[in-house]
């Protein structure tokens, strides 16, 4: 396996790794983000036992004791099995992550104790600013949040928008239909009523940018893809409650 670097948006670094055995023959990726700055961010520590791959990669752009701030999306292997090993060779690294998630897991897994970020909070990397927002069960885990990187546009997706195969580090091309078709084939979303509004509300922050931790990023009109999205779920739910039951529910979850 290798680790290829791609610049996606000025100063922020996709570091992506495929793995052919995962749904085979198309495959998979798993996207870290660096966000350079004073204050150098990393989104998403990589799974533990690619933690070797992620640090050369790292490597290549600034030294790994450089990173200050290592955030994630959701608490799984993928999204922060390696933070203890992150903040073992930065020194002055700290884990960043919402409420919930420190309190659920990141205040006794991570090795130093956690900055915990309320919903809407930002991070002044120094040349650039990112903001956590909570985004509850969406696509999954009670803890979930996508952090938005205002300087350039840049919404860092977590797993929304999950696709297959190797794609190019960046496209214009639709991230809509790819994502169907990994919500049809893995499942791996959490289905809930909440979920186009908390999809539509980061539509309304207009990305130019989507960075997505399994596929492309996406350059281009980041509100049509996100409202798309979020149209898909309402679609599922519906199948599920009708019409009825997911209009009483959304009212309940807005
Ligand atoms: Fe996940
Ligand atoms: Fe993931």
Redesign the pocket.
Known sequence: METKISEIADGIYRLSTYVLDIAPPAGFTFNQFLVLGDEPLMFHTGLRKMFALNREAVSRIIPPERLRWIAYGHF?A??CGAMNEWLAVAPNAQAAHGQTGCMVSLNDFADRMPRVLADGETIDLGGKRVRFIDTPHTPHGWDAGVLYEETTGTLMC??LFTQLGDGPALTSGDVVGPAIAGEDLFNYSGLNPGMGVTIRRLAALAPRTLAL??GPSFAGDGAAALNALADDYDRRLRASFGDAGLGAAQAVAA
């Open positions: 799984e993928d999204e977590g797993d931790m399994h």
